[in-house]
């Protein structure tokens, strides 16, 4: 399958600091990339859903201004955690889909490693 | 919303298929099955998804019922790395909602 990298795979920070995440896809050109959370033994959470070049679409609860989704080519999107707490300590899991680079499509969505952050 | 229902756990020996049920009676004409798993603190692998047909690849085979209203994952011979959780999803447009999904733990 595909092939999604996440850096760094942990970090961990001050309160109120502001942590970025990369997420790139290594063999095919993501049109659309997605960012999950993922809380101790709980499933994972979509947080936004994004398009190349286009704003992020972010689901209901979650603040985009908090949680800034960049998604600027089509092998990279960064999120970045502003400001953050230690409530948004979790396991960030990004996850993309789109056309390989060697020609068509592919609509099966692959997933990052993961992210893990502690906020202390 | 096409919501999926599955067990919470299951167990399987060794060398043994495990089969992993998974409900989706609201399912859409056009909405694909998706299975993925995920092993404790990695991000969820991808498995297999269908339509309407059964599917075979390497990892596993998916059995989608007639009314495709629920399907069965199938790893034809389990191992202990096989233990993770294992997540039945019905896309929706252009997302994957995860639900709580199956804990299958593979015994020796």
């Known amino acids: 399958g595909a092939v999604v990298s996440q850096h760094p795979s942990w970090v961990i920070c001050k309160s109120g600091t502001s942590v970025k995440i990369e997420c790139r896809s290594l063999d095919f050109q993501a049109t659309t990339m997605f960012w999950y959370r993922q809380f101790p033994k709980q499933s994972l959470m979509l947080m936004a859903t994004?398009?190349?070049?286009?704003?992020?679409?972010?689901e209901q609860g979650v603040e985009k201004d908090k949680f800034l989704i960049n998604h600027a080519s089509l092998t990279l999107s960064t999120l970045t955690v502003t400001s953050a707490h230690p409530e948004d300590s979790s396991f960030y899991i990004c996850s993309a889909r789109g056309k390989a680079k060697g020609g068509g499509s592919t609509d099966t969505q692959y997933f990052g490693p993961g992210t893990r952050l502690t906020v202390l | 919303d096409a919501k999926t229902t599955q067990p919470p756990s299951m167990d399987c020996a060794e060398g043994r298929a495990a089969n992993l049920p998974c409900n989706h009676s609201?399912?859409?004409?056009?909405?694909?099955v998706y299975w993925y798993r995920q092993i404790h603190s990695q991000g969820p692998q991808y498995i297999i998804h269908g339509l309407k047909n059964n599917e075979t690849n390497e990892m596993a085979s998916l059995i989608i019922t007639e009314d495709r209203k629920s399907s069965t994952l199938i790893l034809p011979h389990a191992t202990l790395r096989d233990t993770a959780v294992y997540y039945c999803?019905?896309?929706?447009?252009?997302?994957?909602?995860f639900g709580a999904g199956t804990i299958l733990r593979v015994k020796s």
């Open positions: 994004s398009n190349e070049g286009s704003k992020a679409t972010y």
């Open positions: 999803i019905v896309r929706n447009g252009n997302k994957l909602v």
């Open positions: 609201t399912i859409s004409g056009n909405e694909y």
